[in-house]
Each structure stands twice: as C-alpha cells, then as structure tokens.
C-alpha cells in the first residue's frame, strides 16, 4: 500500500520574475510554491511560514545566495537549501562553497525541466527519511527512558534493616540500560541476603537479562537456605534460554545468628573483607555448563567485619593508556575508608576509582556495595 506524500511547501529566492515564473511552473503542479525577490524577503517568508526547500540565486542584490543560504542554516535548520547560478564564472568554485555552506546541492542555469524536478525530488525524500528518522529516534529514546525506569525498579530503593547490619550502594550504568544488578533478600529475622551480579556486555539485552535473573532468584527463594541448590537451579534455567550469554553473580548470607557468612559466587570478581582478603570465585558463571555443581565457602561474621562486593567495571576502569585499575588499587581505596560511615566510603572509593581513570564515568556498567556488621 502506497502512502500519499503531502505537498512540499518551495520558496524560490531569485530577483529575476522569468525564473521565478519558469521554477513556480515546474513544481507547482505537485507542491505549493512561494515567491522572493531578494534575501531579505525570503527570510520574511520563511520567519512567517516554515518551508521544506527554498531554492536559491547566488547573484542578487543586497544579500547574495551564500549569505541567505547562512541565514536559513542558522535561523531555519530543517528548511533544505538548492543554490543556482547563472554566472560561468568560477563554476566549481561556487560549488564547493555551497556544499561547504551545507546547501543540498548546486545548479546551473539554464537548466532541463527533468533536472529541476529529479533534483528536487530526490531533496524532498532525502529530508523526508531524515524526519522519519529523527521521529524514530526520539521514540527509541522515550522507549528507553521508560525502560530505564523500570530497570530502576528492579533494583531496590532502600537498604533492609537488621539489628548490627548497615551499608550502601553505589550504581552506576555505563548506558541508560545496565547490564548490572543487585538485591537484597531478609532472611528471617537474623539474616541477610546479598545478591550481585553482571550481565555480559550492556544495554537492551543485557537489561532484559537482568530482570530474568531477578525474576529467577524471587522464584527460588525457597532454596536459598541451599546456595549449591539455588545457584545450580538458576544456571540450569539460564542455560536454556539465554543461549551464549552469560551472568557472573555472587550470593552472600550474612546469618547473625550462627555467626557466620556463606557464599557462592559464578565467574563473580573476588569480595574483599577489611582483613585484607580477597574471597574469589566458587564456579564458572551461570548460563555457560548445564548441571555445574557450585562450590559454597563459609568464614566467620566477626564483630567490625565490612565487606566490599563490586563488579569489574570498577576493577578494570582504565586510564588513557590503557592500564586497569585493578583489584590490588581498589583495595587500596578501600583500606583508608575504615571508621567513615558506609554512604561516605562508598562515594570516597568511587572518587579513587574515577580519579585514576581520569574521567566522571566509566566504561562500563560499575556497582559497590559495602556492608558494615557490629555486633548489637
């Protein structure tokens, strides 16, 4: 089905009425056309009523083509522009410099009645496919912000409380739509549970694959008494859907009650604890090995303990040259912190880690979440 194109509206700019007459003929008979004699005239025209094309003399009195063509640019930006000439002067020399003033094209008079109308026909589309696209650009961009505040839900708004427990997050996306994702889970009355994880890359489908994953864990809250069982179960389901994609994740439970921490982590960048240890990884990231049976760890929930979890976007923030920050800096960051509260460690570390990359963002998608347990 052949969709009508309305007429375009065609303002002729040329102080000779034998040219306007010849150009209003022409185009008339599928556009609306307008008359000016002068450049001043024309930019009357256009200021009372925007028009697609103005087609453009070089040589007349007062402004000359060059500078009306300048004027419409600046003033008129979506108003396209088709500079002719009746001078053999000079004629390449003409050319470059309407192209170089951003004219559509050039045109020599006197010119065949099929080059006009080819000409400005093919003007016309070529403006009408960048309308379309700019409208479908605005559009993904509306589509995106609201995807990015969905994306925000997903994340929780508020830290959980629990008796000894306090921390802060830092969350920043690379893009409007990040491929990282955290949540906390209350675990009866004396524990805590700590989820990050990264998708691999960022962006749309690295968004999408954050809600599956946060949809997975709230569907499995029932195993997270079992983290080898959770975390084969949600490797299992991402196996089979996200095909070649892949999350590195870590679950940490701090349980008050025993004393203790647990963990599992797939594929996840090392945690570091204020001891000096670095807690690495126990599996490869989920959604690569069917049936991968992960390892869980468990050490002491002392009394003071802070925890730093983080996602390489931090540890591999590069400088110009190219060197990576590292897990060995940002531990570096992280020792000086001890004795700030959680909200203030975490924007002093992000500062160290913005400050060595020399920028105020990052490559990639960066989360920090530092927890902080005294007992009551």
């Not at 009357?44 to 060059?66: C, K, S, T, W, Y």
Request: charged share 25%; net charge negative.
């Amino acid at each position: 089905m052949s969709v009508e194109v309305p007429p375009a509206k065609i303002l002729v700019v040329d102080d000779e009425p034998g040219i306007q007459r010849t150009v209003q003929r022409i185009l008339g008979r599928r556009n609306h056309v307008s008359l000016a004699s002068s450049g001043a005239e024309a930019l009357q025209v256009l200021a009372r009523e925007p028009h697609d094309l103005a087609i453009v003399d070089v040589r007349m009195p007062g402004m000359n083509g060059f500078e009306v063509l300048r004027s419409i640019k600046a003033h008129h930006p979506d108003t396209e522009v088709i500079i002719m000439t009746g001078s053999v002067s000079n004629p390449e020399e003409k050319l470059v410099e309407a192209l170089r003033e951003r004219a559509f094209y050039f045109i020599n008079k006197p010119f065949e009645k099929a080059v006009l109308e080819t000409l400005v026909d093919r003007c016309l589309e070529h403006q009408r496919l960048e309308r379309e696209k700019r409208a479908w650009t605005q559009t993904l961009e509306h589509d995106l912000e609201r995807a990015r505040a969905f994306q925000r839900l997903l994340l929780p708004g508020w830290f959980p409380h629990l008796p000894g427990v306090r921390g802060d997050v830092w969350y920043e996306p690379s893009e409007r739509l990040g491929g990282d994702f955290y949540d906390f889970f209350r675990l009866g009355p004396s524990a805590l549970g700590v989820v990050l994880a990264d998708v691999a890359g960022h962006g749309v489908m690295a968004a999408l694959y954050t809600g599956m994953l946060k949809s997975e864990m709230r569907a499995l809250r029932e195993d997270w008494c079992d983290l080898a069982h959770l975390f084969r179960r949600v490797n299992d389901r991402l196996v089979a859907v996200t095909g070649n994609q892949y999350i590195t994740a870590i679950v940490a439970i701090l349980d008050l009650e025993a004393g203790k921490v647990r963990y599992a982590s797939a594929g996840h960048p090392s945690f570091l604890s204020d001891d000096g240890r670095a807690w690495e990884s126990t599996g490869t990231p989920l959604g690569m090995i069917p049936g991968y049976d992960y390892e869980v760890r468990t050490f002491p929930l002392r009394d003071g303990l802070r925890l730093l979890f983080f996602t390489d976007g931090l540890s591999e923030a590069r400088r110009a040259d190219g060197e990576e920050l590292g897990e060995a800096r940002l531990r570096q960051a992280f020792e000086p912190t001890r004795g700030m509260a959680p909200d203030h460690a975490v924007a002093a570390i992000m500062e160290s880690v913005k400050r060595f990359a020399g920028s105020r963002t990052l490559h990639d998608d960066a989360t920090l979440i530092l927890l902080e347990y005294h007992r009551p």
